[in-house]
């Protein structure tokens, strides 16, 4: 969608997509402009920050990941923790 473009968070040594659903959700906020927004992904909350591009635990958010939006052809681990190689 969108020429291409995706989400994509940190893993040891490499990029993760995030699901095609919270992509979606992710992309949407993008555009309209949204500081922030809200995910639940896998009974977690988090926050996303799209001034800093970071991924946060809602109730710890030590636990952080840095995103990117980048087109699909980079090289990445898999999806959502589904490796793809
Ligand atoms: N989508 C899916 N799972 C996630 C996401 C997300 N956006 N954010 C966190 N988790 P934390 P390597 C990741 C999972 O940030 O080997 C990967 O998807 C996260 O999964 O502390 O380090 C892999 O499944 C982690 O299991 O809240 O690259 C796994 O790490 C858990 O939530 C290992 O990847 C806690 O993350």
Redesign the pocket.
């Given at each position: 969608f969108d020429g291409g473009y995706q989400w994509f968070?940190e893993?040891?040594?490499?990029w993760?997509q995030?699901?095609e659903r919270?992509s979606k959700e992710l992309e949407n906020s993008y555009k309209n402009g949204d500081k922030s927004v809200e995910?639940l992904?896998?009974g977690?909350l988090?926050i996303v920050d799209f001034e800093n591009m970071l991924?946060l635990?809602r109730n710890d958010p030590s636990?952080?990941?840095q995103i990117k939006r980048d087109v699909s052809t980079i090289s990445k681990?898999g999806v959502?923790?589904i490796r793809s190689h």
């Amino acid at each position: 969608f969108d020429g291409g473009y995706q989400w994509f968070y940190e893993g040891r040594n490499g990029w993760w997509q995030y699901d095609e659903r919270t992509s979606k959700e992710l992309e949407n906020s993008y555009k309209n402009g949204d500081k922030s927004v809200e995910l639940l992904i896998a009974g977690f909350l988090y926050i996303v920050d799209f001034e800093n591009m970071l991924q946060l635990r809602r109730n710890d958010p030590s636990r952080r990941r840095q995103i990117k939006r980048d087109v699909s052809t980079i090289s990445k681990k898999g999806v959502a923790g589904i490796r793809s190689h």
